[in-house]
């Protein structure tokens, strides 16, 4: 078994999206960890609609190819279209940012996901959920790489989320 960590996002009906998401998370892995959902606004290309993010872990043996076919899956189940550009709205984005210690390509799959450094909405979720654990490139832990993050121009702030009844991030 495998530590597997992914970005979750949408900016189209935020809520059903998210929730659709985890709720296929929850059915279908052991072991489901979710952060607190942040609200941010579009990286990349201006849109005026705000993205949900929030990073989920949880174990699995599944190959990087079976869990990256499984997210986009569920993606086009949500409404995403394999055409959309790579910088627009989405119904739902899930990414793979780790799968253990994995490094370098798996299954067309580039691990860990570069993005873990490189954008606030990924690596603030993930150093609140996961903070002692290490990237597995950098060594650092994400808590520390989240400490040295410059986000000047990355705002993001908690947004309240209930999830089952219960607001993100659920008690362990």
């Known amino acids: 078994m495998a530590l597997v960590t992914v970005s979750i996002g949408s900016n189209i009906e935020r809520e059903t999206h998210l ?75 899930i990414d793979l940012l780790t799968v253990g210690e994995l490094t370098g390509e798996h299954d067309g799959v580039a691990l860990p996901r570069a993005e873990i450094r490189h954008h606030a909405f ?13 990237h597995p490139e950098d060594g650092r832990r994400y808590a520390e790489l989240w400490t040295a993050f410059e986000a000047d121009d990355q705002a993001l702030w908690p947004a309240d989320f209930p999830w089952r009844g219960k607001s993100l991030p659920l008690d362990a």
């Open 19 to 93: 929730t659709a998401c985890l709720d296929a998370l929850a059915e279908r892995f052991d072991g489901l960890r979710l952060s607190r959902v942040y609200e941010s606004e579009p990286v990349g290309f201006e849109d005026g609609r705000n993205f949900y993010n929030l990073v989920a872990a949880f174990d699995s043996d599944w190959s990087v190819g079976e869990l990256q076919a499984w997210c986009k899956r569920l993606e086009f189940a949500n409404g995403r279209r394999a055409d959309s550009p790579k910088f627009s709205p989405r119904t739902l984005d």
């Open 122 to 134: 990924v690596l603030k979720p993930l150093a609140e959920l996961l903070p002692d654990v290490r």
